[in-house]
């Protein structure tokens, strides 16, 4: 993987880890989303690849509205 997208999708794995509420969980894990679509739509990594980042992101939203909601 390059590590520009690397860099940038730990970052958004760290701001989703960080969101203070669920509604800025809500719009870091959409701008995650956004920016995984971009890789994909740019053909810059495997389908296999793709489907990983988004899966990472979805678990890293998961387990942090879990750990916001009582």
Excluded: W
Excluded at 28 to 57: D, M, N
């Amino acid at each position: 993987m390059p590590d520009l997208v690397r860099t940038k999708l730990a970052n958004y794995l760290a701001r989703i880890g960080r969101a203070g509420d669920v509604h800025t969980l809500e719009m870091v894990q959409e701008r995650a989303e956004g920016f995984v679509e971009g890789v994909e739509a740019a053909r810059a990594l495997t389908s296999a690849t793709i489907e990983g980042l988004f899966i990472a992101v979805e678990e890293a939203a998961a387990c942090r509205r879990r750990e916001l909601t009582p």
